[in-house]
């Protein structure tokens, strides 16, 4: 495709005799190239385990990364160098880019945790735990864990070492959502041993045949979070 | 002897008068000088002085990421270590709430806080020392209208001795001198202007001047380059770096306004600045600052010191370059480094990539980076960074290629220096 328009370019150099430039399509996948680097080609991750996905989130919940990360709400120094000086309207656009991509995700990451490990995993993902105020990640993060749009990440497709270094963000106050910062109260609530059964369990599931986020929460959310708007936001 | 030990000691007393004298004496400066930028007719106190801090851009040092505006508590990383803004909020406690006037005078035109202390020139009041009093009313006015936030001082954490601020008293007898701009009758309004926006409220010179082992800028009026923040900035006064006095009035505006213009783009610390404080200058400002610009002495670059690469291992790196750039870079920047505006600049015959100083074009290809979203360049396209792609080796291998091919004659880089680029803030 490139090599395709850079002939036509030369040609039109030929005809016209003009000062030669390299034909580069003016697209908003040209502008993202920039990301690819680190998050994988569109957007879909590599297999550096710290490189989250960003391909196919929801775009509220992207956007509003992009502007924690511009802000020094959540702290990674690459991701704020890159964004610093962009406005809100071009990091909306982007995220709309990324959310757009509709792309297949690799397999799962081959997982030596053993059983019970995965079973608390579940078990917090499905009925979180009621005696120490710990909602199931379900009731947020939708039925498949594919996420809810606009707002809400699905956690399937991320590579263990990512998810623990969130929750790890979350605890040292590096990582900050707006308030009330629902996932901050939630991660402080639970042990090393929860986090890294949480992990494994989600690091472990294939995707689901439709990947998509869904349009709808399940039921109010069990706890407000300052970043989720619409319906149900609220309960 | 006994006589020459006392002329000797009397000698001594009268210079360290002449010292204290040239760094404490108070200047009440020449306030009869009225700023060379009227505004509009209309306008304010408040809305001229909310228009002159953007322009002076106290923004960029005194307010810190997510933090509320002016409030300070930026770290401004230097050679003597780490500098903390103040908090600029009418805050009583914590910021300049119990300030007037002229105290507020006092700190920008002779480096001294309300209490009389001498402050560090991280603060470039060298520079905001030429501004009128009128400006700087007009900013203090401003600065009142702001919501008090109560966000206390943070201490500086700077190396011994510069930790002793009294031994600022030494540092300003040698280098520093208040002065509000005098007008060059020689010279037109819209020149005049000009300078006072470069010279003074622009503080252009606190970056593109060279700077000394004592952190002063070595030359007064001839901006000759140095290091900031990481970044190099180049020599404002010569055409083989930032000069711009061949160019049409137009790109210096827009590379000004904008952050890109034909064959340039603003990056890390200027595309700061251009994000922050000339993308919201007026039309007349930026003309008036491209005339100046135009009009100064062309100078040499200045020199630096020899390459630390031996000459017969250049053709190989150039060799094993040519192929990195056809991998990695070609895509964007064409075959012959012609680039692809808007979507990547040209690097054949690009200033930003020959300079003598190759720290710049090392820092791009370690971090990448987006010119700034301006008004007149919204959705600028990326370079890619390929610090992990690349080692310092292949770095230097494709910079050195790139420096000396199609024509370019920058000098090669060594990997050493690619490895020196890896650390320190981003900015």
């Known amino acids: 495709m490139l090599r395709k328009s850079r002939f036509a370019a030369l040609l039109g150099l030929l005809m016209l005799g003009s000062v030669a430039t390299a034909a580069v399509p003016d697209t908003m996948a040209q502008r993202m190239l920039a990301c690819a680097a680190c998050h994988g080609a569109e957007g879909r991750a590599t297999g550096d385990g710290f490189y989250p996905r960003i391909a196919g989130k929801p775009a509220g919940y992207l956007y509003h990364q992009l502007i924690n990360f511009r802000e020094g709400r959540r702290l990674n120094a690459q991701m704020t160098y890159l964004l610093e000086r962009q406005s809100d309207d071009y990091l909306r656009e982007m995220a709309e880019y990324f959310a757009g991509l509709s792309l297949p995700y690799p397999p799962p990451q081959p997982n030596q945790a053993e059983p019970a490990r995965l079973q608390r995993g579940l078990q917090l993902v499905r009925q979180g735990d009621t005696a120490r105020g710990i909602p199931a990640c379900n009731d947020c993060h939708g039925e498949k864990m594919t996420g809810v749009t606009p707002d809400i990440p699905g956690l399937l497709g991320l590579p263990y070492d990512y998810l623990v270094a969130q929750f790890g963000a979350w605890r040292q106050g590096t990582r900050h959502g707006a308030a009330p910062d629902c996932m901050a109260a939630i991660v402080a609530k639970l042990t090393p041993e929860d986090i890294d059964a949480a992990a494994s369990w989600l690091a472990a599931q294939p995707m689901p045949a439709d990947p998509h986020p869904a349009t709808s929460l399940p039921k109010p959310l069990p706890v407000s979070c300052g970043s989720v708007t619409g319906p149900g936001a609220s309960r | 002897m006994k006589r020459a030990l006392i002329i000797l000691a009397l000698l001594g007393a009268g210079a360290a008068a002449l010292v204290f004298w ?25 809305e001229r002085g909310h228009y002159l801090v953007r322009v002076g851009d106290c923004m960029a040092c005194h307010t810190r990421q997510g933090g509320a505006d002016y409030a300070g508590g930026r770290m401004i990383p230097t050679p003597f270590g780490d500098f903390y803004s103040p908090n600029l909020t009418p805050d009583p406690e914590t910021g300049l709430g119990n300030w007037s006037a002229d105290d507020f005078w ?4 002779e480096g001294r806080s309300r209490d009389g202390s001498l402050l560090y ?8 020392t030429k501004l009128s009093r009128d400006d700087s009313d007009a900013m203090f006015a401003y600065l009142r209208t702001l919501p008090a936030v109560k966000e206390a001082r943070r201490e500086h954490q700077l190396q011994f001795p510069y930790n002793y601020r009294f031994l600022l008293v030494g540092w300003r007898a040698l280098f520093f001198r208040p002065g509000v701009y005098q007008p060059d009758s020689a010279q037109d309004e819209q020149w005049n202007r000009g300078a006072y926006l470069v010279q003074g409220l622009g503080h252009c010179s606190a970056c593109h001047e060279a700077r000394n082992a004592l952190g002063a800028v070595q030359s007064r009026d001839n901006p000759a380059g140095g290091l900031v923040l990481n970044w190099y900035a180049p ?22 306004r904008d952050g890109i213009a034909p064959g340039a783009s603003t990056l890390g610390p200027m595309a700061e600045v251009v994000y922050e404080s000339l993308q919201h200058a007026s039309a007349q400002d930026l003309d008036a600052m491209a005339t100046y610009l135009k009009s100064l002495e062309p100078t040499q670059p200045p020199a630096r010191g020899a390459v630390q690469v031996p000459t017969h291992a250049v053709d190989d790196m150039s060799k094993r370059g040519s192929l990195i750039y056809a991998e990695h870079c070609a895509s964007c920047h064409g075959d012959a480094g012609e680039g692809a505006p808007p979507a990547a600049p040209a690097l054949r015959g690009n200033r930003a990539v020959t300079m003598a100083a190759a720290v710049n074009p090392i820092r791009v290809v370690l971090f990448g980076g987006y010119a700034p979203g301006t008004a007149g360049n919204p959705r600028p396209f990326g370079m890619p960074p390929f610090g992990s792609t690349l080692s310092n080796q292949d770095v230097a291998d494709v910079l050195t290629y790139t420096r000396s091919a199609w024509g370019n004659q920058g000098s090669p880089v060594s990997a050493a220096e690619v490895a020196r680029n890896r650390q320190g803030p981003l900015w």
């Open chain 2, 22 to 46: 040239l760094g404490l004496r108070s200047d009440p400066g020449d306030i009869s000088m009225v700023s060379p930028l009227q505004t509009p007719a209309g306008l304010s106190v408040e």
């Open chain 2, 106 to 109: 006092k700190a920008m035109h």
């Open chain 2, 121 to 128: 020139p991280a603060f470039p009041y060298t520079n905001y």
């Open chain 2, 235 to 256: 020599a404002l006064a010569a055409p083989a770096e930032a000069g711009v006095q061949h160019w049409p009035k137009e790109d210096i505006v827009r590379l000004l």
